[in-house]
């Protein structure tokens, strides 16, 4: 039989596939790739869904760990927020499961793999790419896109071959990850109107406020209101906490792949939080030369990341960097939070370059005299002294 790895998610489109590729004579594995979200019960049922519909095995990868150290420690580092609102909570979870996915298919030998996207999105393109690049003797195959086929007509080819699952579409689309979940629907269809209250997954339930200390070590999130644990552990008790105050809500409007404008709506309390918190310690960490540099660069890699450019060389140079701009990034920031909000309230450090020894910003200079500070201001001005005078 033609050995072929199908990237798994349980929803329709990759059921009708699975179903179909087995019909064809394909001998299907599937593999569902876990980078955040999926509970124990929620993945023991994919798979028995994935016997349903007549694979040979099911593989799931955990690779949650894996997404922090390769991409969210980065997009941490550079305060990625593609748009300056959107945590890239999906977008970058696809590169983890392309790679995740593309290799398993190595490792048993497979001659085909499978996807289940559609043609008018993103992920067909950050699928197919990492495929081709890293086993381009590997073939592809899309069904959805090959066929275009309706929803309807899904539903009643597995109704056909016994496959008699209720698969009536939820109101809204629910991808929750370690970095955030994402949440579509008919209002995002459109460019006018919010998604309601009652789309988001977490409601809220705290109408007070709370503190809450993030501890940062070289850029790293290492403990929350003191408790230390890894990274991931802290993303995800962050995110307990934060969720219940409604906080990390918005809709972030942005430019496809593929050319066409597209809207989302996301939850991202703990990523939101972070790369807040983060920021501001780096306001006060390191020098302004640094702040500007990283700022574009971080904003190419959070782009690349998207249109899936992950296996760039390029984006292994910016790691480089980002990772080197972290050394003196270590200290606590404060943070209280409120319904649907939050404030920063400070920061304290070791390497808080607002040291008030060198004088504080607009009432007490002890760096320099004012003769100094004149002879400053006037060669400081020199260059554009000459221009206007030249060109008056």
Known sequence: MKKLVIAYSGGLDTSYCAVSLSKQGYDVHAVSVNT??????EIKKIEENAYKMGVSTYQNINAIHTFYNKVIKYL????VLKNNTYPLSVSAERIIQAIEIVNYAKSIDAKFIAHGSTGAGNDQVRFDMIFQIIAPEIKIITPIRDQNLSRQEEIKYLKDNGINTSWEKAKYSINKGLWG??????????????????????????????????????GEL???????????????????I?????????VHVGDTIVGIKGRVGFEAAAALLIIKAHHLLEKHTLTKWQLQHKEYLANFYGMHLHEGQYLDPVMRNMEAFLQSSQDKVSGVVHITLKPYHFTLDGIS?????????????????????????KGFIKIFGNQNKIYQQVNQ
């Open 349 to 373: 450090s070791p390497h808080d370059l607002m040291n008030a020894k060198f004088g504080s910003y607009g009432e007490i200079n002890n760096g320099w005299t004012a003769e100094e500070a």
């Open 36 to 41: 955040g979200g999926f509970s124990s019960e």
């Open 76 to 79: 941490i580092f550079g305060n």
């Open 242 to 250: 934060a969720s219940k105050f409604g906080i990390g809500r918005d």
């Open 222 to 240: 290492i403990a929350v209101n003191n408790i230390e644990n890894n990274s991931v552990k802290n993303i995800e008790y962050l995110n307990t």
């Open 181 to 218: 979940t994402s949440v579509g629907g008919e209002e995002t269809l459109t460019s006018i109107n919010p998604l309601p209250e009652t789309a988001y997954p977490s409601q809220l339930k705290n109408t007070s406020s709370e503190k809450v200390t993030l501890s940062f070590e070289k």
